[in-house]
């Protein structure tokens, strides 16, 4: 089972920059996909941003060269956010997807795992 870890996130006024981390562990698993996705109060979850292991980024319209995502080596991603508006207030949540091998049934299944979330508050 891959568990994610997000750390980051706060109060921030208008303008300002986050940096939110989320670290990915468990036992043998491959990511294909790391990405963020947000939750404002009474509206969906969308997209962030994403990254993949063939280097395709891919990220929300809203946020678009604004918010850049990086992963690490280690199977961190990151997500800085810069020049921060009230409207990207929201939980933040870190999503993985890809491979693990399971003991169990001694074979290599697909998972989608995400992170508790962590809130983003901007200030006007």
């Given amino acids: 089972q891959v568990q994610l870890v997000e750390s980051g996130g706060g109060l921030v006024q208008a303008g300002g920059s986050v940096r939110l981390s989320c670290a990915a ?11 963020w996705y947000r939750q ?9 941003a994403s990254d993949s292991t063939d280097g395709y980024t891919n ?16 199977n961190t991603v990151y997500l800085v956010m810069n020049n921060l508006r009230p409207e990207d207030t ?13 003991t169990n049934y001694r074979a ?17």
Wanted: charged residues 15%; contains cysteine.
């Fill in 25 to 35: 562990s468990g036992n043998t698993f491959n990511i294909v996909v790391m990405g």
């Fill in 59 to 74: 990220y929300g319209d809203s946020v678009k060269g604004r918010f850049t995502i990086a992963r690490d080596v280690k």
């Fill in 90 to 102: 929201a939980v933040y949540y870190c999503n993985a997807n890809g491979t693990a091998y399971n």
């Fill in 108 to 124: 290599w299944r697909g998972f989608n795992a995400w992170g508790q979330g962590t809130l983003v508050t901007v200030s006007s």
């Fill in 40 to 48: 404002a109060p009474g509206k969906q979850r969308e997209l962030v």
